[in-house]
């Protein structure tokens, strides 16, 4: 991480989709700084990623100037010198907010005043800090960053506005002094003092409803854009770090054959390096260089001329259209539940196996995958409130934008892991949901759906699921909960993916548990062993017998979603809720008495008894 010449911390590749990208806060210990948008990055330092589906479907949300995914710049060297090039690789961030505060003496001012001085720390970059060179109170008192900040809905965000704040306005120019009444650290006992007027608030004004009283209107900043724009939204007071300052929107899509023929596929994967290329003496160098980085496996096992045969087939205009606009779920389903699924590519292989012990009537069939890799692409954020599932912008909160202007690149990640995909009967399934106990639950939902969309003041019909969804989302929260327990992989480590869709042109009815992760807890082998019949089964077996008492019933079995506005029905964090890295869905759209029979619903279930 750099700002102007100093390197000021480190974070991972990955974090820089999930936690730390552009226009979000970066907490180090001594000092905040704002990640800025892509367009003060090097994209040279940023490896691209090839995914021909995702690209797509970011060029549908974005636009269609978007050519590239790109992994985030990252250290190629443990422990570079950090005066030379590779030591300054990384983003560049801008320290925020702006206003800091002194340890001893309490004094309030932006960095750049003149009253601060940075200390940087090349050899040891998380011990860069402010120094109060003139403090009263001590010699070199440390200054710490003002930890009350402005957001709104809209995505801005901006520096509590303090003069505003102690002086309504009015001409005084003195400085300000941040100091404590009382033994505890409560709002109501932390206060700001003008040394000039003496004018003095207690920070408690600035939450609730006293906020609106005190704090000015929205100014439209960007920060990390150094942009402003108008804006009619109520600004909200929110601490330094915390959690709903900055949520990413992202996609993601599983790698999955999209040609019939495998080197149609490397040569598609492998597009960047194959583009403009002129003959096959050309060719064989590149085609040495990949197999050297191992940029591109697999394609070792195919010749020159091969390979140039594909790469003019291509160029030619003549490959298959590997995907609409939009459809991300589809192919996969496609791919995971043809006859003959890809059992030997590069990215992604499997091998199906017979249906879990005991569950014959519902199951069709189980697919291990013993490779796959996931894809992500960061589009956007919002702030104050979360991005819904949904690839409607009207359907959640503004989404603002990563970079000044149209971008041609997206920050996006590659993750590899191994997974179970278990393919449900449909006819079951349609015989299920087509029950008077079924469609009774899924009323209530939909009342508590309705109730949580209108309190956001959104369309409150849209966008509710299927009752198969909810019944196929929770039976993968309850086998993720499971699978943790006997694979010793960390629960958050696991992931789902949900086929739901009740079409009957198109009909889905099946879940994907599958690790992806940065590192190697993605890949240690032992999720896919618990995805044989008997195996599998008894998971089944426990997870249902775990989830028909939860330890909160009868409160669980017996809540509302409809009297609350809440999106759950029978679930709860002892039973049924995961990591929410791990669900699609925020722990939504949740409900055990359309999996197992609970102590208020025994007739909506879609087993019976555990094991049945």
């Known amino acids: 991480m750099s700002t102007n010449n100093y390197v000021v911390g480190q974070v991972r590749p990955s974090q820089l989709l999930w936690a730390y990208g552009p226009g979000s806060i970066i907490d180090l210990p001594n000092l905040s700084v704002v990640t800025m948008g892509l367009n003060k990055w090097d994209p ?19 636009g269609p100037q978007v050519q590239r995914l790109r ?18 690789v990384g983003v560049p961030v801008s320290p ?18 003149g009253l601060f001085e940075i200390q940087p720390n090349q050899y040891r ?5 402010f120094l109060h060179t003139n403090c009263d109170k001590g010699k070199h008192a440390d200054a710490v960053p003002a930890r009350f900040l402005l957001a709104c809905r809209n995505g801005h965000l901006d520096d509590f506005p303090w003069n505003w704040f102690i002086h309504g306005g009015t001409d005084c120019k003195g400085t300000f002094r941040f100091f404590e009444r009382g033994a505890s650290l409560q709002t109501e006992n932390l206060w700001v003092k003008c040394d000039t007027c003496g004018n ?3 920070l408690v004004h600035a939450f609730g409803k006293d906020a609106a009283d005190n704090l000015p209107g929205c100014r439209g900043r960007h920060p990390h854009l150094d942009s402003y724009e108008d804006c009619t939204q109520e600004p909200r007071t929110i601490l330094l770090g915390a959690t709903n300052s900055w949520f990413p929107v992202t996609l993601s899509v599983l790698a999955i054959p999209l040609e019939k023929n495998q080197l149609s596929q490397l040569v598609l994967d492998g597009w960047e390096h194959f583009a403009d290329v002129e003959d096959e003496a050309e060719l ?8 050297r980085t191992s940029a591109l496996p697999g394609i070792d096992k195919w010749d020159i001329p091969s390979i140039w045969q594909a790469i003019q087939h291509r160029s030619s205009g003549k490959a298959i259209e590997v995907v609409s606009e939009g459809d991300i779920k589809g192919p996969e389903w496609e791919v995971l539940t043809s006859q ?30 013993e490779r796959l890799r996931e894809v992500n692409a960061l589009v956007g954020y919002t702030r104050v409130e979360a991005p819904e599932e949904t690839s409607d912008p009207d359907e959640r909160p503004p989404m603002a934008d990563l970079t000044r202007g149209a971008t041609e690149w997206v920050p996006a990640n590659e993750v590899h892991g191994e997974g179970i995909f278990i393919e449900f009967k449909e006819s079951v399934i349609q015989l299920w949901e087509n029950g008077a106990h079924v469609a009774e639950r899924d009323k209530t939902l939909f009342a508590g759906h309705q109730g949580w969309r209108n309190a956001r003041l959104l369309e409150p019909d849209a966008g509710f699921p299927p009752s198969r969804y909810t019944m196929l989302h929770t039976i993968a929260h309850l086998l993720i909960r499971e699978l943790a327990l006997e694979c010793g992989y960390n629960a958050a480590s696991i992931r ?8 009957p042109q198109s009909p889905m009815a099946g879940i994907l548990l599958y690790t992806a992760a940065a590192d190697s807890d993605g890949t240690l082998g032992g999720l896919i062993d618990l995805g044989t019949p008997d195996f599998l089964g008894r998971l089944l077996d426990q997870a249902l017998e775990r989830a028909s008492i939860c330890s909160s019933d009868p409160l669980c079995a017996e809540h509302d979603p409809s009297k609350d506005r809440s999106l759950h029905a029978a679930a709860c964090h002892s039973c049924t809720f995961v990591s929410e890295t791990s669900c699609e869905r925020g722990n939504r759209y949740l409900d055990r008495a359309l999996v197992i029979a609970t102590l208020t619903d025994s007739e909506a279930s879609l087993f019976r008894d555990p094991g049945a």
Request: net charge positive.
């Open 71 to 88: 992994i985030p710049p990252f250290l190629k060297e443990d422990r570079p010198d950090p005066y030379s090039a590779e030591g300054r």
């Open 496 to 503: 789902e993916r949900v086929y739901a869709c009740s079409d």
């Open 96 to 113: 925020f907010p702006r206003w800091l505060r002194c340890i001893k003496c309490g004094l309030l001012a932006e960095y750049d005043s």
């Open 284 to 291: 064989k160098g590149i085609v040495k260089t990949l197999v």
């Open 44 to 62: 040279n330092r940023c490896p691209p990623v090839e995914e021909a589906r995702l690209l797509a479907e970011v060029k549908r949300v974005l």
């Open 340 to 369: 003959n699924p890809p059992s030997d590519w590069p990215h992604f292989m499997s091998t199906g196996v017979a249906a879990p012990t005991g569950y014959e009537p519902e199951v069709k069939r189980v697919l291990l995958l």
């Open 200 to 202: 003095a608030r207690s």
């Open 125 to 129: 970059p998380e011990r860069t800090h």
